[in-house]
Antibody, heavy 121, light 107 residues
Framework: QVQLQESGPGLVKPSETLSLTCTVSGGSISSYYWSWIRQPPGKGLEWIGY???????NYNPSLKSRVTISVDTSKTQFSLRLSSVTPADTAVYYCARSRDGSGYYYDFDYWGQGTLVTVSS | DIQMTQSPSSLSASVGDRVTITCRAS??????LNWYQQKPGRAPKLLIY???TLQSGVPSRFSGSGSGTDFTLTISSLQPEDFATYYC?????????FGQGTKVEIK
């Protein structure tokens, strides 16, 4: 069974960089798209971006200037860096897997449990 | 950007009711539409992908339909464990977007 687990600081100061890692277990990191998605408290879901196992990326234009997603296939991990954070970046951050081909259309079939990151001084 | 609009934003229903949630895209997205269920404090769970294909392990009372701009998620007979928030998501464009969510509450 594929499992995803987010890790990283739960508190980040304004103007600093938020860094999270997602560790994938129980399955291969190859041939899938790996995304970060966030959800501010009491609000809806926002897709941040994805990285393909080969390293190609696609980011939400609204965050593109501040986002970097990277992958370490040897560790079956991928990571998120979000720079110059403000309180508006306070949210639960999820990592998730997407699949395509064979009738799949980039759905998110596996999710991490989520981690709350608060931006505050 | 492709905007996804769900209706209603919330609804109250009783156990055993048939429930329908609609998702409309601001432009055609073919069948690049997925549905998720989220319970408080939990990650979303994939219910339907490619507009109408039931994800493995999801009860058959859930079904999806539609293509182009108009899509529907139907719960044929609402069960106590189905009270949750439901989101649609499009993956047609390079910017993947979600609907604002529909909260299904107990009447």
């Amino acid at each position: 069974q594929v499992q995803l687990q987010e890790s990283g600081p739960g508190l980040v100061k304004p103007s600093e960089t938020l860094s999270l890692t997602c560790t994938v277990s129980g399955g291969s990191i190859s041939s899938y798209y790996w995304s970060w998605i966030r959800q501010p408290p009491g609000k809806g879901l926002e897709w941040i971006g994805y990285i393909y196992y080969s390293g190609s990326t696609n980011y939400n234009p609204s965050l593109k200037s501040r986002v970097t997603i990277s992958v370490d296939t040897s560790k079956t991990q991928f990571s998120l860096r979000l720079s110059s954070v403000t309180p508006a970046d306070t949210a639960v951050y999820y990592c998730a897997r997407s699949r395509d081909g064979s009738g799949y259309y980039y759905d998110f079939d596996y999710w991490g449990q989520g981690t709350l990151v608060t931006v505050s001084s | 950007d492709i905007q996804m609009t769900q209706s209603p934003s919330s609804l109250s229903a009783s156990v055993g009711d048939r429930v329908t949630i609609t998702c409309r895209a601001s432009q055609s997205i073919s069948r690049y539409l997925n549905w998720y269920q989220q319970k408080p404090g939990r990650a979303p769970k994939l219910l339907i992908y490619a507009a109408s294909t039931l994800q493995s392990g999801v009860p058959s009372r859930f079904s999806g339909s539609g293509s182009g701009t108009d899509f529907t998620l139907t719960i044929s007979s609402l069960q106590p464990e189905d009270f949750a928030t439901y989101y649609c998501q499009q993956s047609y464009s390079t910017l993947w977007t979600f609907g604002q969510g529909t909260k299904v509450e107990i009447k």
